[in-house]
């Protein structure tokens, strides 16, 4: 069974930081790209990064673009989204996913995890 699990929200205060961390299993990690995209109350899920199968390759949203930096260790089996300066429009919950490209559109991926909260406050 191919299982995404994401960890690492949490309530920060605007300016501070989070990493998050999805940990994957039941599929070969290292094979497959790997995105982050969020969802806050109300709006549309929206894509946030994406990395490719080796790592070399990474694509964020403007709106992330020198805040937030996408990573994976694939001995680990593991994504990160490293999340700095954090606005309180940052505040949803965020997903990782898993897919045969780095996409930017949910469709592309086939794998998603149960999401975790990020809540900033201003």
């Known amino acids: 069974q191919v299982q995404l699990v994401e960890s690492g929200g949490g309530l920060v205060q605007a300016g501070g930081s989070l990493r998050l961390s999805c940990a994957a299993s039941g599929r070969t990690f290292s094979r497959y790209a790997m995105g982050w995209f969020r969802q806050a109350p109300g709006k549309e899920r929206e894509f946030v990064a994406a990395i490719s199968w080796s790592g070399r390759s990474t694509y964020y949203v403007d709106f992330v673009k020198g805040r937030f930096t996408i990573s994976r260790d694939n001995a680990k089996n593991t994504v990160y989204l490293q999340m700095n300066s954090l606005k309180p429009e940052d505040t949803a919950v965020y997903y990782c996913?898993?897919?045969?490209?780095?996409?930017?559109?949910?469709?592309?991926?086939?794998?998603w995890g149960q999401g975790t909260q990020v809540t900033v406050s201003s």
């Open positions: 996913a898993s897919g045969q490209s780095p996409a930017v559109t949910t469709e592309l991926y086939d794998i």
